[in-house]
Structures are given as C-alpha cells and as structure tokens.
C-alpha cells in the first residue's frame, strides 16, 4: 500500500492548476486546504495527543481559519456559521462522521478528517489486494490508479479519507462487481490524455481512473479535482459519482 505525500499534492495541485484553467480556482483553494490539513496531520502525530475531544476543539478553527480566508463565499459562510455552532456541536458532527463510514460527510468535516485518518490509520500488514473498501478505514474509493508492473499494468483503488492506495483486479466494477468486459467501457478525452472514466453500465456508477504510466508525477486524488469536465461529461450521460469528491463532483 502506498500513499503520496502532503508536498507531493500541494505541487501537484499547483502544476494542474497552470495547466487546466477551468480548474485553477479550485486547485489554488485545495492547495491552501492542502497545506492546513499537513499542519493538522503533523499535530494529530505528535507526542502527547490529546483526547479526541480536546484535539478537536484546538485543531479544528485551524480549518476554520483556512477556508474563511480563501474558501469561496458559500464555503466562507458556512465556516461562519460552524464557527457559532460551538465547539459540542464540532465535536459531535466530526465524532459521528469519523464512527460512521458511510455516512457522507460535508467538507469541512472531511477535510478535517482527512488528516485525522492518515494519522490513525496505518497500513495494514500483509495486504496485497483487498475488496472494494479500503482495508485502512473503511471507506470508499475516490480514484483508481493504472501503474506499470513487469510487462503489463497493476490497478489501485485510491481511499477517499486515508488517501492509502490497494490493489484491486483489473477487470471489476468496485461499486457492483460487474467483470463483463462489455459492460465497463472507459472513456478519454483529450485534454486529460492520462485521465479515463472507468464506468459501469450495469450499476451506472464510474471511477476516475489515473494512467501512470502517461504521467508519472499524477496524484489521483488531486487529478481528481482537476477533472471538473470529465466529471461534468460522465453525469450528463447519466453516470454517478462512486463517491464524490472533496468539494462535492
């Protein structure tokens, strides 16, 4: 299992960002997230941690801070008004999301958990392939990754939380277990030569899919929110999202 690191997608971030100008605005804004949630990261592995409840209540204005000084004005507000909410009510939603692996959390409290779950989850021991949730945590994939092995290529699911990458079998729709090769076409587009849409005609579901070998520098987490278009495409055809992304696509 693997994982890139917090500079890797900071970087990242700012290299799509110059380079796909529909997506710069929420790139540059990630980046920001980016580098908080690293701050956040590096105080939940420090000696000493706290409760869970005192470390929310210190931790969590840092993303407050963050998202008011550079969020959009919808994300500005709705800092705002978790900010007057109380600290309880911090502590209860973010306690709930963290317990709950399938609820769907809003962004603040993903964004803030996402740091929380890299430092609580390591790398399982032993785990070469794994199903359709991570082995980590628990949740569900947010991108999936092609990347060259010996003569052919390995597929992984990335995690939506703890961001730990895992194999998982080529030919598979992770959502409903659809193997009929007929049944999962991908689909390109030009702009995005390293991206695809691995989607599922059974379950009408699809996953980003990263390309490594077209782009070794490519963190698919961060592709991910770069692809505003693709992502546009798939659910004007009808598709859904496996599992929505950071701000919601």
Not at 32 to 54: H, K, N, S, T
Not at 214 to 226: H, T, Y
């Amino acid at each position: 299992m693997s994982r890139p690191s917090w500079e890797q997608r900071v970087e990242r971030a700012g290299a799509l960002a110059a380079r796909h100008g529909a997506a710069a605005g929420p790139l540059r804004f990630y980046q920001r997230v980016a580098a908080a949630q690293q701050d956040l990261y590096r105080e939940f592995i420090a000696p000493g941690r706290p409760d869970d409840g005192a470390l929310i209540r210190r931790s969590f204005p840092c993303l407050l801070e963050a998202v008011e000084s550079a969020g959009t004005a919808e994300l500005r507000q709705s800092a705002e008004e978790v900010r007057r909410s109380g600290e309880e009510r911090w502590v209860a939603g973010i306690l709930d999301a963290w317990h709950q692996a399938e609820t769907d959390a809003g962004f603040l409290v993903r964004a803030f958990l996402q740091p929380w779950a890299e430092a609580c989850c390591p790398a399982p021991a032993g785990v070469s392939a794994a199903g359709n949730h991570c082995p980590a945590c628990g949740r569900k994939p947010q991108a999936a990754t092609l990347r060259p092995e010996f003569d052919g290529m390995r597929r992984r699911l990335a995690c939506s939380l703890c961001h730990w990458e895992w194999d998982f079998r080529r030919i598979l729709c992770p959502a409903c277990g659809e193997t009929g090769f007929d049944a999962l076409p991908a689909f390109r587009a030009e702009e995005y030569p390293h991206l695809r849409v691995d989607a599922c005609e059974t379950c009408r579901t699809y996953l980003l899919t990263v390309d490594a070998s077209r782009d070794p520098d490519a963190v698919p987490l961060v592709e991910d929110l770069a692809a505003i278009p693709l992502h546009l495409w798939a659910a004007e055809q009808g598709y859904r999202r496996l599992q929505p992304n950071l701000f919601g696509l």
